[in-house]
């Protein structure tokens, strides 16, 4: 694999690598240790826990297919509120929230599992029932066979409890059936704790996949909005009525989260850093202390502004029925997080929201229980030495988890402002698409986003992983939150830092001037953090080269295609990486062919057109090295809407490459496997004719790569027959895939109505050139 030391600009201290495996083992975490109750609530809870958390029963299951229990017991830390809930009805504060976290094998040959999980947030004091988890039959025209695992019952674990709120988590494993199923849980006596949702003990759905099928995935990345942005204007959360429109026609399995999950950026305008953000000198604001009162203020900010998010129609109803998966980026803490100058970087202020916005951010988004404590300068320890704070642990309780889910790729060392250690993803989606989502936010810097050890632990792993599936795998899907197959920016970097800056920002310190243009935490200029944050900024294209190396390496040797998911930069595009036309490689056995689909934002307002219009422009062909280009798909044949009454152009009629209209993306195996029902194909792949299609046949590569490198990209945009993301086209080949980029049509539309832009991307047969030799 790559040498990443290669790059590195300092010596950190080699740590002891912690193995992580799967035991083969599943079933429920029990606490082990129940503060928060006292007399006949800890008779209660022990009893409705048995200690050790007792096994999940499948009924109409042959007794051979009951899972095991986890063979250790979780333990915690603090005492909890003191208090206990007699109404005999569970007050839910946020949720239920739905998560994915892996495919394991199961108990017996050929019946895998699915394992997730689902988190609800009460007052303090509650104790759930039983998650109740039934068979609901199967989805669209499958045929039901002999069904495994017909209903089960699943038991809570508190991971976190104060005297405002408390976190359960219910882990649930579902067997794959031979045909694509549907499920409902329920977890009795819910009510909403403010009055304001009801039916909350309604049975909840979703959908898995048959055990032959891949997962159908929907991506999603800036689901919030930036400070001062009219939300009214913008129809609030209006595409998420699109997604549940489109899950309802054919269902989603699964629900990546590219980053900015949530923005928490309000918490320097309305929120308790307001009177930091307001010291004038920077001097002041980077030595200003982050007391425990400023702690306690920021951690009800974040909780509070998590639980009015994720309440908030539609979006709330898609999380309790489509299971997520989610990496965050720097709004999940605050704007810009990571890229700012180290110093201030290491202020007291910066180091203790990291901690607070982590902690949220393993709550609500991974639901995992948070440290102990986190960073305050009254008791600077709690981090980097994982030190306890007495004073936060008052009335409060943590559950204590000795064992990770093997779904996570861990880093070695903790970040340098957030001081816990970086969480990578690796899982099965199903059959023969794997995912993997770097952690590219905990380790940032100005001048590196993941430490060198970080990559190669996650390039190791996954090629570790991928091996031992035996060939299976076909297909990579790799979140990486920010775009690296993008248009250039360094002239506009360049520009920005250069010393025509300097008069203006003097202007801007003395008398305000230009004061939207100079950001309020460090001074500079307020796009360059953004800029920074890029792969293709300056500072970060030697990292970035080496991750597009390793990337290849790994295609090759396991003749997997990847492809990239990325959000951040509130618009749609698709890019590319691939082989130098001169060496004649086709796609179909082009490991260099990596696309890049960039879907952002589901809820954030889009730059202005004049900004993706320059993108665009600036969509030059680029030459990582000898062999490898790079370049944007022009894939925006038309303006979403074109025509209808009302809707206006969101580019230039130039434009192609880049799409500045609200949106998300739909990535579907391009066949169906399921031989349950028959539907078994052999695809299309060169040389086949697609009926109403064309003959393919005739396909051959562009001179202008910006156009169709291949047949699955052929008449790629709205003409594109995956342009709905409904059903599939064959296009990609047996193990290809289609994606689907579902635009906004009408930001005034409060249904989030959009137009569809559709591609192929044909699986890997990377083996067919190794007669070339050192260039192949």
Not at 316 to 338: K, L, M, R, T, V
Not at 476 to 489: Q, S, W
Request: proline letters at 7%; aromatic letters at 10%; a negative charge.
């Amino acid at each position: 694999m790559t040498d990443w030391k290669e790059y590195r600009r300092e010596e950190d201290e080699e740590e002891d690598l912690e193995q992580r495996r799967d035991k083969g083992h599943s079933g429920f975490q029990g606490d082990g240790h129940h503060g928060s109750a006292t007399g006949a609530a800890v008779a209660a809870m022990q009893h409705n826990r048995g200690g050790s958390a007792p096994m999940a029963q499948f009924h109409n299951a042959p007794t051979s297919e009951t899972q095991q229990p986890i063979p250790y017991r979780e333990n915690g830390i603090g005492n909890g509120p003191q208090v206990l809930s007699t109404s005999g009805r569970v007050e839910v504060l946020c949720g239920p929230l739905l998560n994915y976290r892996r495919m394991g094998s199961g108990d017996v040959p050929g019946q895998p599992m699915w394992h997730g999980s689902v988190l609800i947030v009460t007052t303090p004091g509650q104790i759930p029932d039983e998650l109740r988890l039934s068979y609901a039959g199967a989805v669209g025209n499958a045929t039901p066979g002999d069904v495994i695992g017909h209903r089960a019952a699943f038991e809570g674990v508190r991971l976190y409890e104060d005297p405002q709120k408390a976190f359960w988590r219910f882990e649930i494993q579902v067997p794959f059936q031979d045909h694509e199923s549907a499920w409902t849980y329920t977890i009795p006596h819910m009510v909403s704790a403010k009055g304001d949702k009801v039916h909350l003990e309604k049975p909840k759905r979703f959908a898995i996949p048959s055990k032959d099928e891949s997962m159908r995935i929907m991506f999603q990345s800036c689901n919030g909005f930036s400070v001062g942005t009219d939300e009214d204007a913008w129809s609030g959360c209006a595409l998420w009525n699109d997604v549940l429109r489109v899950h309802e026609q054919q269902p989603f399995h699964v629900m990546i989260g590219g980053g900015d999950q949530i923005y928490n950026d309000s918490v320097r305008v309305n929120g308790p850093l307001r009177p930091w953000t307001d010291i004038a000198n920077p001097r002041k604001r980077r030595d200003y202390p982050f007391n425990e009162e400023m702690r306690a203020k920021c951690d009800e900010y974040y909780f509070n502004n998590y639980t009015r998010w994720y309440n908030t129609e539609p979006f709330a109803s898609a999380n309790g029925q489509i299971p997520q998966i989610n990496i965050w980026d720097d709004h999940d803490i605050i704007d810009g997080f990571g890229s700012y100058t180290d110093h201030f970087m290491k202020c007291p202020v910066f180091r203790g929201i990291g901690g607070v916005a982590h902690k949220y951010y393993l709550l609500f988004q991974h639901h995992l229980p948070p440290p102990s404590s986190t960073y305050t300068s009254d008791a600077p320890q709690t981090e980097s030495h994982g030190g306890k704070d007495a004073v936060q642990l008052k009335d409060t309780y943590v559950m204590t988890q000795s064992v990770e889910d093997p779904s996570y790729i861990i880093g070695k060392s903790p970040g340098p402002y957030v001081e816990e250690k970086s969480r990578s993803i690796y899982c099965r989606l199903g059959k023969r698409i794997a995912f993997a989502g770097i952690d590219a936010r905990t380790e940032r810097t100005r001048h590196q986003i993941n430490y060198p050890e970080t990559y190669d632990l996650f390039f190791n792993t996954i090629s570790d992983r991928i091996e031992a599936s035996h060939g299976e795998i076909k297909h990579l899907v790799l979140l990486l939150g920010v775009p690296i197959a993008y248009p250039r920016l360094q002239w506009l970097e360049n520009i920005l830092q250069s010393p025509l800056i300097g008069p203006l920002r003097f202007l801007n310190k003395r008398f305000g001037v230009a004061g939207g243009f100079f950001n309020q935490f460090d001074g500079n200029v307020d796009l360059l953090d953004d800029l920074d944050d890029h792969y293709t900024a300056h500072q970060h294209k030697k990292e970035r080269k080496m991750l597009i190396l390793s990337l290849q390496e790994l295609a090759k040797k396991h003749s997997v295609r990847i492809s990239i998911v990325s959000g951040d930069v509130h618009l749609a595009a698709v890019g590319r990486f691939y082989s130098n036309p001169k060496l004649n490689i086709q796609a179909e056995q082009d490991w260099r062919y990596i696309p890049n689909v960039v879907s952002s934002a589901i809820t954030n307002k889009p730059p202005p057109t004049a900004v993706a219009n320059l993108l665009a422009k600036r969509n030059k062909i680029h030459h990582l090295d000898p062999e490898t280009d790079e370049t944007l798909l022009e894939i925006f044949n038309q303006n979403p809407g074109v025509g209808e009454p009302g809707i206006k152009p969101k580019s230039a009629e130039n434009n192609h490459a880049t799409m500045p209209s609200r949106n998300y993306a739909i990535i579907c195996e391009s066949h169906q496997h399921n031989t349950a029902n028959g539907s078994i194909s052999n695809g299309h792949t060169n040389g086949d004719v697609v009926a109403g299609y064309g003959d393919n046949a005739a396909f051959t590569p562009p001179k202008n790569p910006r156009e169709p490198l291949h047949f699955g990209e052929k008449n790629a945009g709205t003409k594109h027959p995956a342009a709905q993301g409904i059903n599939r086209t064959g296009l990609g080949g047996r193990h290809g895939l289609d994606v689907t980029l579902r635009v906004e049509k009408n930001p005034s539309d409060n249904q989030g109505h959009t137009q569809g832009y559709g591609f192929s991307i044909p699986a890997l047969e990377s083996g067919s050139y190794k007669e070339q030799g050192e260039r192949w």
